[in-house]
Each structure stands twice: as C-alpha cells, then as structure tokens.
Nanobody, 117 residues
Framework: QVQLVESGGGLVQTGGSLRLSCVASGSISSIGVMGWYRQTAGKQREVVAVITRAGSPSYHEFVKGRFTISGDNAVNTVYLQMNNLEPEDTGVYYC???????????WGTGTQVTVSS
C-alpha cells in the first residue's frame, strides 16, 4: 500500500501564493509519476500538474506560468508552488501517484485551497 499525505493548503487573497507538499510512504518502489489534481466547484477532478520520476513536468494550460511542480526523490515528496492565485483556483487539491509495477494509482485525501477576491 501507498500513503500520500498532503499539506500546505489554506486561505489566500487573489494574487497570493501557496506551496503544497505531498509525502509518499509505504510500498513506494517503482514510482512512475507524482502530481496534483484538483476539484473545483461544479467540475470534475482535473489534472493540475504531474512530474515523472526523472523530473519531467507537465502542466494544465490554466496554470502554466503560475504554478511550478517539483519533486525530491530522496524524500519521496512532490511540491506545487502556486503563484498569482485566482478565485477560480479555489478547490480541493489531491496528491496523485502512479506506480509502474504493479500499475496502480493512488490518491491523497486532499487539501483545501481557497482564494478570496
């Protein structure tokens, strides 16, 4: 089993910044990808950013230039630096991990991000 523990959510004003962290533990060999998804009001869960074990990031269009994903393989942690936050970024942010062997996905319980206007 894999456990994902998120931290760093909170309340911030428009234009502010937050940094999310997610630590993976348990059976964490063969990690392929870690990253972040979010669920905002009235929408299904959607990808925000992911990063491969080799350090290659990918971003959804709506966060390019504002958010930066990074990882520290030594401590099995992925970070999401969020700058210039907008009210539309308000939602629950979920940590995501995909293993290669066996192929399986894991989710954190989520951390709330609220951006006030």
């Amino acid at each position: 089993q894999v456990q994902l523990v998120e931290s760093g959510g909170g309340l911030v004003q428009t234009g502010g910044s937050l940094r999310l962290s997610c630590v993976a533990s348990g059976s964490i060999s063969s990690i392929g990808v870690m990253g972040w998804y979010r669920q905002t009001a009235g929408k299904q869960r959607e990808v925000v950013a992911v990063i491969t074990r080799a350090g290659s990031p990918s971003y959804h269009e709506f966060v390019k230039g504002r958010f930066t994903i990074s990882g520290d393989n030594a401590v099995n942690t992925v970070y999401l630096q969020m700058n210039n936050l907008e009210p539309e970024d308000t939602g629950v942010y979920y940590c995501y991990l995909r293993k290669i062997f066996p192929p399986r996905e894991y989710w954190g319980t989520g951390t709330q991000v609220t951006v006030s206007s």
